[in-house]
């Protein structure tokens, strides 16, 4: 296979699945960043006991940090789980010094893109703007022509890094073993990303005050949520 073919479809690939599916995508903005991303925020709504949430897709609303109680019911007809299902409030809450009741969820799929589900989970009074944590999950979307798809995805995060759509700067992913098969993570970027084989792919995403340290920490409890929730 030529790898500069590869790369130059990942360059493409990257940005449709992993950014323009799940929009907004927000970059990690710490203490010392004055960058932040400007999100369009759904109307609050709410979600009932089952899990399931009302309204449009894009509906924002306050949850309770449970999970249902009868599992993930909530699969689109690709069979992808609602990503609000896979990682609670309390936990996020314990990480990013934030009441779990005052922190909201938001629907961040895609309609163009039933391959991929993303959730929101935001909060208001941060020091920055558009305060939250993303979790986004997808099946392969080109499988047919690149089967290999993640394995190229994760890899060459770690080769290429990822440009900063805000400036020439090119963030910098690091190994992240532990979780599936291969993973990458950028402290910088505020992302963390792995694939279960090439049928899966997950990212953890940052938009917080959170030093690298306490990120990762995060990152990590968070990841391990992610995993324990999901039904392969």
């Not at 019911?73 to 009441?99: F, M």
């Not at 939250?132 to 994760?154: A, C, K, S």
């Not at 073993?177 to 049928?199: C, H, L, M, Q």
Request: overall charge negative.
């Amino acid at each position: 296979m030529n790898y500069k073919i590869v790369d130059m479809r990942l360059l493409i690939l990257m940005v449709v699945v992993f950014l323009a599916s799940c929009k907004p995508d927000a970059p990690v903005t710490t203490q010392s960043e004055d960058n932040t991303p400007s999100q369009t925020v759904p109307a609050k709504n709410s979600r009932n006991e089952g899990g399931e949430q009302s309204g449009n897709s894009g509906s924002m609303t306050k949850a309770d940090g449970k999970k249902p109680s009868s599992g993930i019911t909530n699969y689109n007809k690709e069979g992808i789980p609602d990503a609000c299902d896979l990682l609670s409030t309390k936990t996020i809450a314990r990480y990013v010094n934030q009441p779990a009741e005052e922190i909201f969820l938001a629907d961040g799929s895609s309609p163009q893109n039933p391959l991929a589900r993303a959730c929101f989970f935001k909060w208001d009074g941060s020091a920055i703007a558009n305060a939250g944590v993303m979790v986004q999950l997808q099946r392969n979307p080109v499988q047919v022509d690149v089967p290999e798809y993640f394995t190229y995805l994760i890899s060459s995060k770690k080769t290429d890094g990822e440009k900063n759509p805000a400036s020439p700067e090119v963030f910098k992913y690091k190994d992240w073993p532990g979780f599936g098969d291969d993973g990458a993570y950028s402290t910088e970027a505020g992302k963390y990303v792995w694939r279960i084989s090439n049928d899966w792919a997950f990212m953890v995403a940052f938009n917080t005050v959170l030093e690298p340290k306490a990120q990762k920490i995060a990152a990590e409890a968070f990841a391990q949520e992610v995993m324990s929730n999901m039904e392969f």
